[in-house]
């Protein structure tokens, strides 16, 4: 962000984003966590997409603040993501891990475009729901 809001070139944010990337992904390789652990985690991550995304988008689908609509299909993104990296080891998991990633990708049609003006599918009760639907798959698994 600092990179970014400093005007740096675009080497010197690509950089910074390594860096944060990769402390990120090293802490992840120290934490254990069980695949319901890990899907309500992507839940998490789809409210705060849910948050962004009415901040973003008016109700009638203009779009108000582009940074909030395009931090929104970031969060999305980073849960399909997510939900791509949980380790399933059973068929109840391997289950919820397949209907949750059913639900974060459901939402691709909420982005037609990087910065629209207007977004006529606009409806932030589908992230809300599908971060529900993430949820009830998580407590599924026994």
Request: zero cysteines; glycine letters at 4%.
């Amino acid at each position: 962000k600092d990179a970014v809001d400093n005007r740096a070139d675009a080497d010197a944010v690509m950089s910074a984003w390594r860096d944060v990337d990769e402390t990120i992904e090293s802490i992840e390789r120290g934490v254990e966590a069980t695949p319901e652990q890990e899907l309500l985690a992507v839940a998490a991550i789809l409210d705060v997409a849910a948050e962004e995304y009415g901040i973003g988008v008016a109700d009638d689908g203009v779009v108000d603040n582009a940074h909030e609509y395009q931090d929104a299909w970031g969060f999305t993104q980073i849960a399909l993501q997510r939900v791509g990296q949980v380790a399933a080891t059973s068929d109840v998991e391997r289950s919820a891990t397949a209907q949750a990633a059913v639900a974060v990708s459901s939402l691709e049609d909420l982005w037609p475009e990087l910065a629209p003006q207007i977004v006529r599918q606009a409806d932030v009760s589908r992230i809300e729901a599908a971060a529900e639907r993430v949820r009830e798959v998580a407590g599924n698994i026994d």
